[in-house]
């Protein structure tokens, strides 16, 4: 396998930066755990100076980057180092702009093709919180195909993360890519609610319960699937049922209205019955 070129090593510095500052890791704490100088890292961070890619890959650890990744452009680009504590990562602003910085949320869904994502909204007594508009929500919680499980909220702790109706809008343009996914909307209790505010760490274990799991998202699909396929059978219509499979997996939230989509998709893969005696058409 062929190592990273010069202007990967560059887009390395940006990732590294990145992840660095969503992590709310200074760089004195950066260079002190990879036995470098500040002056180091804030040249490698703004390309005015290299360091050497053995002590790339020794923050690896430290920012929950995979290696692979790094040396390579393969596999997923995080790698939670402790599968105990979730990855946090703050989202700044855009630059020259109010709106949140969605980029390595978007690296963590372009580099993978099964998503489960978690909104959470404030709870009603929260403090210091207001609705800038009806569907935000305060954080959110994705783990995706290798199980790493990451927590984004703004910077700025009074402020949304995002709206729902935006999300989810983008989640439908995730499937269309080919990509799986599910997504909850959890009310936060005010205790969690609090730690994320005062971003504090948080063990895994406690937001865990919080995803649901992907067979009761199958079983719940299959559930919505058997009236209608009662239906189609009564009529005599016929379905490919290895194709069923595929069509519960693909279809998307089990939150949702699936009645249109199930309908629309059955129907591309069902075969009409045969004309005959006795076998009427309905």
Known sequence: MQRVGAVMMEETALL????????????????????????????????????????????????????????YRI????????????????????????????SLIDLVTNSNKRLDFVFLAPPPRAMNWRLRTPGDFYALLVKDAQGNTFLFRRKKERRPLGNLGWWLLHLEALRSMGKS????????????????REWTEIPSKQLKPLFKDRDDVVGERITALQRVLEILSESGWHVEKTKLRTL????????????????????????????????KQT
């Open 16 to 71: 590294v930066k990145a992840v660095r500052e969503a992590l709310a890791i200074t760089q004195e704490e950066m260079a002190k755990a990879i036995g470098l100088s500040q002056s180091a890292i804030t040249k490698y961070e703004t390309r005015a100076g290299s360091i050497s890619f053995e002590a790339v890959l020794k923050m690896a650890p430290l920012l929950n980057l995979n290696e692979q990744y790094l040396d």
């Open 75 to 102: 596999g997923n680009p995080f790698k939670q180092s402790d599968p105990k504590i979730v990855i946090k990562m703050l989202v700044a602003n855009q630059k020259g702009g109010g709106a949140p910085d969605y």
């Open 181 to 196: 996914t599910t997504y909850r909307i959890e009310r936060l209790p005010l205790d969690l609610f609090n730690r994320i």
């Open 248 to 279: 519960i997996e693909d279809t998307g939230s089990a939150e949702v209205d699936l009645t249109q989509r199930l309908v629309e998709q059955i129907m591309k893969m069902v075969r009409k019955p045969k004309k005959g005696p006795g076998n």
